[in-house]
């Protein structure tokens, strides 16, 4: 017998993990399944779906992130994936849509997928912020985390990979872009 093992919702779907590994996708719409998913590494602890559900991060009982692509049906190994994942977000930002983070309760560890790789989707770690003890990660957009303290108050932080010099205003657009370039392939390369 599988049991329901998580759950997430998006504004389309409902989206449920089994202890089977099974991914079903629930199109709320037309009150029909549309999308299922054997996850053949074992059951799925939790699943978080980008906001529009169109990918999501899948984390298997043995604490292994996946990513996972419902509309290719291709799952693909998070490289460097925490072993210990308190709490995943995505960049709610459209420009930053492919960004998600992965906090460790001590470090935020910022991921980029590439749903258009040569071989199938694939994802890859970009680097880490270090954020204050007693600050939780509440909400991520443009690579600026906003935090909620102890104390309830709310503070913001910008990840270290989203960071940019404060004399960028003379920096020509092409010289941007190479630089971007330059930092994706060393984090591609680690």
Same mark, same amino acid.
């Given at each position: !017998?599988?049991?329901?093992?998580c /759950?997430?919702?998006?504004?389309d779907?409902?989206?449920l993990?089994?202890d !089977? ?5 629930f199109?709320?719409?037309d009150w029909?399944?549309?999308?299922e998913?054997?996850h053949?590494a ?7 779906p ?5 990918k999501?991060?899948v ?5 292994q992130? /996946?990513v996972y692509n419902p509309v290719?049906?291709?799952?693909a190994?998070?490289?460097?994936f ?14 930053d849509?492919?960004v998600f983070?992965?906090y460790?309760?001590?470090?935020? /560890?910022t991921?980029?997928v590439n ?8 994802c890859?770690r ?10 939780h990660p ?6 600026? !985390?906003?935090l909620?303290?102890?104390s309830g108050?709310?503070?913001?932080? !910008?990840?270290?990979t /989203?960071?940019?010099?404060p004399?960028i205003?003379?920096?020509?657009h092409?010289?941007?872009g ?10 591609i390369?680690?």
């Open positions: !017998m599988t049991n329901f093992s /759950h997430a919702l998006t504004p779907f409902l989206i993990g089994t !089977m590994g099974g991914i079903s996708y199109l709320i719409e029909v399944t549309v999308q998913f054997k053949v074992g059951g799925i602890r939790e699943i978080v980008e906001p529009n559900g169109i999501a991060i984390v298997d009982v043995k604490s992130g /996946h290719t049906d291709e799952i190994p998070i490289r460097d925490p072993d210990k994942a308190e709490k995943i977000l995505w960049d709610n930002s459209p420009a849509k492919d983070v992965v460790d309760g001590t470090e935020l /560890h991921f980029l749903p258009d790789d040569t071989e199938g989707i694939s890859v970009l680097g880490k912020t270090k954020i204050g003890s007693g600050q509440a909400l991520l957009l443009s690579g600026e !985390m906003s909620q303290t102890s108050k709310l503070v913001k932080t !910008m990840l270290a /989203h960071e940019i010099s004399n205003s003379g920096t020509l092409i010289c941007l190479t630089e971007l370039s330059s930092a994706i392939r060393a984090a390369c680690r």
